[in-house]
């Protein structure tokens, strides 16, 4: 998606060149369209099939590319209403019926979902520390076999986990992880 001020375009599969407006929310970062480009590369650009969930979703970048590259199934979970508002009028823009946004704590999806997914992608605010509190969480939310990608503004390890591949892009740093137990 490239960024405009306050609008995402979606960069690839059946909505590209679709303009999604995006609420004036202080700390709202889109993923930036060199590192979307790059995972997508990494996931594959067709997602057909596949249930994917989107942790902090903020603009709904990363999962209206999933949606729009035909994943089944998309979750959006986003605690700030007005973006949560936000990202469902986009979906029903797109008519993207694959999507559901849920309103709510992070921290409390996990705990209560019993759902897997095969690629979970995790935005959390930089400069908090809800990366640390989602990580323990996110192996019971996945898949057999499946992904998790996470963007910091930082150089980080992961314990338990397999960095597949990474990329920096500025500020930016993205993993795409694995359980070590399915290298």
């Known amino acids: 998606m490239t960024q405009q001020r306050n ?108 759902q897997a997914f095969d690629i979970i992608f995790v935005d959390p605010p930089y400069g908090s520390d809800l990366l640390e509190q989602v990580l323990p969480l996110l192996a019971d939310s996945l898949a057999p076999q499946g992904r998790i990608y996470v963007e910091t503004g930082k150089v980080r390890d992961f314990a338990g986990w397999q960095i597949l591949r990474s990329i920096r892009a500025g500020l930016v740093h993205g993993y795409l992880l694995a359980r070590e137990t399915d290298i």
């Open 7 to 114: 609008k995402v375009r979606i960069i690839g599969g059946q909505y590209r060149r679709r303009l999604l407006e995006v609420p004036a929310v202080d700390g709202l970062r889109p993923t930036p369209d060199r590192v979307r480009e790059t995972l997508f590369n990494w996931l594959g650009q067709d997602l057909y099939g596949l249930r994917c969930l989107d942790l902090f979703a903020g603009s709904g970048a990363l999962g209206f590319e999933a949606a729009s590259r035909e994943a089944r199934e998309v979750v959006l979970v986003e605690k700030a209403r007005a973006v949560a508002d936000g990202l469902r009028r986009n979906a029903q823009l797109l008519g993207a019926s694959q999507l559901q946004v849920q309103c709510q704590d992070v921290l409390a999806y996990l705990r209560g979902n019993r």
